[in-house]
């Protein structure tokens, strides 16, 4: 039974879990707006949303470890392998590749994306209770 | 938690600017400073910004690397009445160029509003998730 309930909430989990990296990810672009040679990144969602439900990430090429102690060079986060840099649209003289528009749109938009699977997760709870309650 | 990496991305953020905003106002009130504390003329400053991740690749902050001296040419005024002229009668002024500053200061408190605006949606994001299924 509970184990259901988990089944009906681990979408919305991984997506929300998705959404906070890209925002975290989107942030950065935004605090480093003014830093020379800074790279935006932005992620490939698909990719991260896969990763954030215990799928494989599709991009990860760990290295080959002969003995125990050896590093695999996968990071401990999923979710990295889905960083990609973003297109250069206007280049900058100090090769900095933020544009701040697109930033802050895709902040926004990402903000109100997370609030509607906070939204969703609201949703099945509520119906999750009147199912219980029998009312 | 990668929502809470917000905070420390746009908190890094806050400070970097200040400082931006703190040498542009060094900058500003110096702009006609003949003796500095060294006894040479008032140089102006800048701040070099870096990216520094803070916890994994993902959430990369700002830090200030260093604060260095303007490269560019002093400013040479003519005034052979003052006690700092040279024997020709110029006096050495600092290479702070005001209006350089203003666009420097207007970008760095924009950019400071951003961060400061980042941290408010992340903060709201957080407080609906810990209002889930209340």
Same mark, same amino acid.
């Given at each position: 039974?509970?184990?259901?309930?988990?089944?009906?909430?681990?979408?919305?989990?991984?997506?929300?879990?998705?959404?906070?990296?890209?925002?975290?990810?989107?942030?950065?672009?935004?605090?480093?707006?003014?830093?020379? @040679?800074?790279?935006?990144? *932005?992620?490939?969602?698909? =990719?991260?949303?896969?990763? !954030?439900?215990?799928?494989? #990430?599709?991009? &990860?090429?760990?290295?080959?470890?002969?003995?125990?102690?050896?590093?695999?060079?996968?990071?401990?986060?999923?979710?990295?392998?889905?960083?990609?840099?973003?297109?250069?649209?206007?280049?900058?003289?100090?090769? @900095?590749?933020?544009?701040? *528009?697109?930033?802050?749109? =895709?902040?926004?938009?990402? !903000?109100?994306?997370?609030? #509607?699977?906070? &939204?969703?997760?609201?949703?099945?709870?509520?119906?999750?209770?009147?199912?219980?309650?029998?009312? | 938690?990668?929502?809470?990496?917000?905070?420390?991305?746009?908190?890094?953020?806050?400070?970097?600017?200040?400082?931006?905003?703190?040498?542009?106002?060094?900058?500003?009130?110096?702009?006609?400073?003949?003796?500095?504390?060294?006894?040479?003329?008032?140089?102006?400053?800048?701040?070099?910004?870096?990216?520094?991740?803070?916890?994994?690749?993902?959430?990369?902050?700002?830090?200030?690397?260093?604060?260095?001296?303007?490269?560019?040419?002093?400013?040479?005024?003519?005034?052979?009445?003052?006690?700092?002229?040279?024997?020709?009668?110029?006096?050495?002024?600092?290479?702070?160029?005001?209006?350089?500053?203003?666009?420097?200061?207007?970008?760095?408190?924009?950019?400071?509003?951003?961060?400061?605006?980042?941290?408010?949606?992340?903060?709201?994001?957080?407080?609906?998730?810990?209002?889930?299924?209340?």
């Amino acid at each position: 039974m509970t184990n259901r309930l988990d089944n009906a909430l681990s979408f919305h989990q991984a997506a929300l879990n998705a959404r906070a990296y890209r925002q975290q990810v989107v942030a950065s672009n935004i605090a480093n707006a003014d830093t020379p @040679n800074f790279k935006a990144r *932005d992620v490939d969602f698909r =990719a991260a949303l896969n990763a !954030a439900l215990g799928g494989k #990430a599709t991009d &990860t090429l760990p290295l080959v470890t002969t003995a125990a102690r050896h590093i695999s060079g996968a990071s401990g986060n999923p979710l990295d392998a889905s960083l990609k840099y973003r297109q250069e649209e206007q280049g900058a003289v100090d090769g @900095n590749t933020v544009n701040m *528009d697109t930033e802050r749109a =895709a902040f926004a938009e990402n !903000a109100v994306q997370y609030q #509607a699977s906070v &939204t969703f997760i609201n949703g099945l709870l509520r119906s999750m209770q009147i199912a219980v309650q029998g009312q | 938690m990668s929502m809470l990496n917000v905070f420390h991305v746009a908190g890094s953020a806050l400070h970097a600017q200040s400082l931006r905003l703190n040498t542009t106002a060094s900058n500003m009130a110096n702009a006609d400073s003949v003796v500095g504390s060294d006894g040479q003329p008032y140089k102006a400053k800048q701040v070099v910004f870096a990216a520094t991740p803070l916890a994994g690749p993902a959430a990369q902050g700002v830090r200030v690397t260093q604060v260095v001296d303007s490269a560019a040419p002093m400013r040479l005024v003519y005034d052979p009445k003052s006690p700092a002229a040279n024997a020709e009668g110029y006096v050495t002024m600092p290479n702070v160029n005001v209006v350089e500053e203003m666009t420097n200061m207007i970008s760095a408190s924009r950019a400071y509003q951003t961060n400061a605006e980042m941290m408010g949606t992340a903060k709201s994001l957080l407080e609906k998730t810990l209002a889930i299924g209340q």
